[in-house]
């Protein structure tokens, strides 16, 4: 049988017919030699079916793993990290014309000509050694900002939230593309045995105005076999669906359960001698396994207060981005390879005076504490933590600029900032750079397939040779584009 | 990858190629040409914007120009592909597309045998060719050309055919294949009796299957994933539409068994057809079932155009096998579709009124539906508002008969007096009234009755679902070539037409659906039988015969068996387009009803079953588990048609994608228990029970069927699949006798269509007795197990037994072969 491969069948050149059709058959192999008795050093299982394969990458990865703290919305660069004086300078006065060339805003803005421009909401300061900039709205990122890799040369080519954050996770604007998140599940298979390779998680703060969803393509799979999609954990209700025994099967009675169904599955395999049953004994049996580890994985009470204390006030509320923050630091140090954690509200259209506050103190502290948490452990330097959204905001106001309490800005792909740590990038620096009023990337520009093949090249993965055929070509997270980013890397 | 992995995808691929190895010359089409599109066409093939120094060797001419030999004898084809020298090798060493040295033999190979070019196969017309119309296989016994093919070249491979497979499983395979409903225990005995009087009771037992209505409900959930039907629009408002008069029709026309020709000119241009009745207007929704987003900031056009995009797109996956969604921005690499192509496609979708604003879940054009009974109760509403119109024109014919009222009153009546009576607002009949001499009276009853008639009427109006349809506007919509498939870079103007590499439309005939959809199902297109007849074998072995259904180009799969395929194809086309005679004919081959076991080497040497050598086995789509599960324990409801329903769903699901805009408000009772295909889709968090399926956001002809341990989760703890097992245990208390071994058997054979065998009887009644004592010591336990899901509590049952029954059902619906087809 066949076992999805792409990197190894692409380094030996075998052609794409010998593993077609993986489908079903892809995991029987394992399966089948957990059932024939193999040694434990034959290639064990991993939870959604594919081998454990710690050897699958392309080059030495500096990273394991990755946790991705999706900014959903937009976070506004200017007034968070991408200090512009010249914004307070010329608050009130209409944009420069020569500012405007040929850019496409959203429908909302329309036509930018004569927008007026829009002072910081906050006062900035320089952090640390490395000197970053730092809003004040951003206090405890600014105090670690020697820990981070600050990108504010980003560039984009959406202007509207889901293609924008579709483009993010997938390459490619339009939903049915795999997400990141799969492509490595895909390309490096899995870490553990009893939790997924691939989680999501998602918040928004409360009262936010915000109409933006969490699609589930934003963890899809794609065209890729779907035990690659990532596996929410909720917010509410069981962490991951059905994961609670229904009422009145304490767990001794579906155990026994369990044992007969093998049984009796065993008694079919001897029978038809499809490896697929095999497949389905060892499944059954780690659902039994998640069923055990998930509790284990939620339960807080191991962690030590003062731990609890760097994520902040919200770190018991489930559903919250604090909460979602501290899981993916257990799910990482539990092998989870890749962690999407959402945190929606940055669309602020009219409430920059107020929401961006709300979404700042509930995500500025989880973040840092997040960074701070995995370099106490000594976790940093394997996983990488990007934080970062679809876009940036626009440097000209949005509603009346009269009504203080209404000021906003609209989405704005031609420059934004984003920031990595731990994982293989170089901590304090700043690469990248606008122009004064942060209009436009004009120095260390990094587009989006950009940042995909460097977080691909950090984690092992040559981002040109990590595909998939599907309707006769090979497919890629960075479709034929990006370029790894060399300056940043350690 | 481990060394037993990598043996056994050699083996298969070895497989597949000796026949060819062995037997002749290379072959181009099979043979050649997959080699030159993998490592040629990207430079050297259709897309014009990337060729280099203008050789095409996906075409005859270009080909014959670098195959020509030079006085030496050696081929330019040749000497490049195998040149030492980098400067001269081909591919650039670079590209990483270098041949391998099996296929510069196959290449050696083809040029000394005489270099023979052909088309690419699915180009080449079907028929009517000899070896299709005369089917007589070497080797074959003549009497069904599916299995001499299958047997031959098993045969040829050194494989022995398999043996029938037992009547029990093959009856399960047949009914969960043509209804998607596991046999009734009784109707099973009887059949089984049968069987073994008469082989030929077979076919009987497919008619009467074929003509059950639950064989449309079955065919029309992959209708469903193609067709990317939902009932939401998909992103962020996700408002809900009313396309389901159209799925209504889907399962009506697969019933009635419209002819597949049909099927297709009603979807694409019921509209355009003269005279076109409601039902062929109806059947056009399948184009407007893509996605419509109402985000705010989008801009119209580019919504437009997007929907444009999906529409001809689909059609392309679905009628015509082609990836035409490569040349949205560009040529095709490998395929001979041309960017230009693509939007004369375009152009034939491009003619509607709707324009890409708003997110308007009834976007118009639409077709309101009402039932009969609302047609009858519209008609009478009308005929009774005629009737007091009549009572109140006489009454107020010379004027309005008024009394003594205060001067602001009459003034008031006057007024509204001098609206026509059925126009008045209630304010203006109140005012009439008002100052009526007999404010009882006739003409007052009759004002009085008109706004509970209107409101009546208004409520059934708003009632209707308004299906979404196609229509043109009457004047042309401009199309252009959009550089990049980008709305903003318009370029040159194309008008409506097909691939030049397809046969041409009619001389004369307008540019329009309905000439493009004649076009599709005209018997000289070679496309869209194999790909229709690819599809459907597929879903009866798991498999097409073309692996890659939604792509017969070249960079698709060769077809297993390419002749079988013509021949299906052809005789499809012979057969008017007949569905049911095209599934009759399948699942009545041996191929079909051979054993699924595997094999001897067999098994190791084809574990993917290319060759067909054993029968299909593969585990039911989740869909059909939970209507399995539903059958099994009764509570199935088998009402046809209407509006989707909300049966359960894990707490929360949609609120939390939508940050609580957006609740799941289940249904009760009979609504719970609906098959699935009729289960509301939200475009934008599809039902979870439904695992493994196409997320209706595009058309999907292929989704992989997985096998993860969040599908165990489900069958095991999902409410539907826990309330299916509590009652199916309630049902086997009562129907399957007093002995705990015989009503074990009867869930056994609810479930699995056949009794355990002693060895499995032994384990499930020890298990029964556990649960037993299991729920003896653990009071309430079997209470709070019975009281999940709506149904209600079996009356006159032990609980504690009822429990531990349950167990045991879990057990059964959550087995391999129960799980499985």
Known sequence: MTIPDPIGEHARGITRRTFLGQGSAGVGAAALASMLGLPAASPASGLLGDPVRRSGAHHAPKAKRVIYLFMNGGPTHVDLFDYKPNLARFHGQPIPESYLASKRFSTMTGDPSGKLLLAPMETFRRHGESGAWASALMPHTGAIADELCFLKGMHTEQVNHAPAVTFFLTGSEFPGRPTMGSWLSYGLGSENENLPTFCAMTSVSKGTTCGQIFYEHYWGNGFLPSHHQGVRFRGGGDPVLHLSNPDGVPPEIRRGILDDLARLNHLQLEEHADPEIATRITQYEMAYKMQTSVPELTDLSDEPEHVLALYGPQVRERGTFAYNCLMARRLAERGVRFSQVMHAGWDQHRSLTNELYTQCTDTDQPSAGLVIDLKQRGMLEDTLVVWGGEFGRTPFSQGDFADRPQWGRDHHPYAFTIWMAGGGVKPGITHGASDDLGMDAVEGRVHVHDLQATMLHLLGVDHRRLTHRHQGRDFRLTDVHGKIVPEILL | ?821
């Open chain 2, 1 to 821: 990858m481990t060394a037993q992995r990598r043996s056994a995808g050699l083996a298969i691929f070895s497989l597949l190629l000796s026949a060819a190895a062995v037997a002749a010359p290379p072959d181009f089409d099979r043979d050649i040409r997959p080699i030159l599109s993998e490592h040629c066409y990207a430079c050297h093939g259709p897309d014009a914007d990337s060729r280099k120094v203008d050789l095409r060797l996906d075409l005859e001419q270009g080909l014959r120009s670098a195959i020509d030999s030079d006085a030496s004898g050696a081929s330019l084809l040749l000497h490049r592909i195998t040149s030492e020298d980098a400067n001269d090798r081909m591919p650039p060493p670079d590209t990483g597309r270098a041949l391998a040295a099996t296929e510069i033999e196959m290449v050696r190979a083809w040029i000394a045998s005489g270099a023979a070019w052909a088309p690419h196969w699915s180009l080449q017309p079907i028929g009517p060719r000899p070896s299709v119309l005369r089917p007589s296989i070497e080797g074959g016994d003549g009497i069904n050309v599916i299995d001499d093919t299958i047997r031959v070249r098993l045969t040829a491979e050194g494989f022995p055919s398999a043996p029938p497979e037992t009547p029990h499983r093959l009856l399960r395979r047949l009914h969960l294949d043509l209804t998607g409903l596991p046999p009734s225990p009784s109707m099973l005995d009887a059949d089984l009796a049968l069987l073994a009087d008469n082989p030929h009771h077979y076919e009987r037992v497919v008619d009467r299957l074929l003509e059950s209505p639950a064989y449309g409900e079955r065919m029309a959930w992959d209708w469903m994933d193609i067709a990317r039907y939902s009932d939401t629009n998909g992103f962020q408002l996700d408002a809900t539409r009313t396309m389901w008069p159209w799925r209504d029709w889907v399962v009506d026309a697969f019933n009635s068994n419209l002819p597949y020709d049909e099927f297709t000119v009603w979807q694409l241009a019921g509209d355009l057809i003269p005279n076109a009745s409601e039902t062929q207007r109806l059947a056009t929704g399948f184009l407007r079932n893509h996605m419509i987003n109402g985000e705010g900031g989008r801009i119209a056009e580019e919504n437009r155009v997007e929907y444009v995009f999906d529409q001809l797109e689909t059609v392309g996956t679905t009628w015509l096998g082609l990836t035409l969604n490569c040349c949205r921005c560009h040529d095709h690499k490998f395929d001979p579709v041309s960017h230009r192509e693509y939007f004369a496609f375009f152009d034939f979708f491009n003619q509607t009124p709707v324009d890409g604003t708003g997110g308007n879940p009834q976007t118009p054009p639409v077709l309101v539906i009402r039932s009969d009974q609302e047609r009858s109760e519209l008609e009478r509403v009308a005929a009774e508002l005629e009737r007091i119109r009549k009572v109140a024109v006489a009454a107020e014919a010379n004027g309005l008969p008024v009394r003594e009222i205060d001067p602001a009153a009459r003034v008031a009546a006057l007024a509204a007096f001098n609206t026509i009576p059925l126009d008045r607002t209630p304010e203006q009949i109140e005012a009439v009234i008002a100052a009526l001499t007999e404010p009882e009276g006739n003409h007052a009853t009759a004002l009085r009755a008109i706004e509970p008639l209107q409101r009546s009427r208004r409520s059934i109006e708003a009632r209707a679902p308004k299906v979404m349809i196609m229509a043109d506007r009457p004047e042309r919509r401009e199309t252009r070539i959009l550089d990049g498939g980008n709305y903003r870079k318009p370029g040159k103007a194309v008008t409506a037409d097909v691939p030049a590499s397809l046969p041409p439309l009619p001389d004369g005939a307008p540019p329009n659906r309905l000439t493009l959809a004649r076009w599709l199902v005209d018997p000289g297109n070679p496309l869209m039988a194999r790909v229709t007849v690819n599809r459907e074998w597929r879903k009866f072995f798991g498999r097409g015969l073309v692996e890659t259904v939604e792509d017969l180009g070249t960079q698709g799969e060769r077809p297993s068996h390419p002749h079988l395929l013509d021949w299906l194809a052809w005789v499809f086309v012979e057969d008017r387009w007949d569905l049911k005679s095209l599934h009759r004919r399948i699942v009545t081959s041996a191929t079909y009803r051979q054993s699924s076991d595997h094999r001897g080497e067999l098994a190791d040497a084809d574990p993917e079953n290319r060759l067909l050598g054993r029968g299909p086995r593969r585990r039911m789509p989740a869909w059909m588990i939970r209507d399995h599960a539903l059958a099994c324990s009764g509570l199935l409801v088998d009402t046809r048609g209407g509006p989707p329903v909300k049966p359960y769903q894990p707490a929360g699901i949609w609120s939390e994608t939508t940050f609580g805009t957006i609740v799941y408000e289940r249904d009760q009772d009979d609504d719970a228990h609906r098959r699935s295909l009729y289960t509301f889709w939200r475009r934008i968090v599809g039902p979870p029970v439904f695992f493994d399926n196409a997320d209706r956001r595009n058309c999907a002809v292929r989704t992989t069927m997985t096998n993860t341990p969040l599908h165990a989760l489900t069958t095991l703890n999902d409410t539907t699949f826990v309330e299916a097992a509590r009652v199916m245990a309630a049902r086997i208390m009562k129907d399957g006798g007093d002995q705990d071994a015989d009503r074990v058997d009867f869930a056994f054979k609810l479930a699995a269509s056949r009794i355990p065998t002693d060895a499995e009887r032994e384990i499930l009644l020890t298990r029964l007795d556990v649960l037993r004592k299991q729920y003896h010591q653990r009071p309430g336990a079997a209470a709070e197990l019975l009281s999940v899901g709506d149904a209600a509590p079996a009356e006159n049952l032990d609980a504690n037994d009822q429990a531990a029954f349950t167990g045991i059902c879990t057990l059964i619906l959550n087995l391999d072969e129960v799980l499985t087809r």
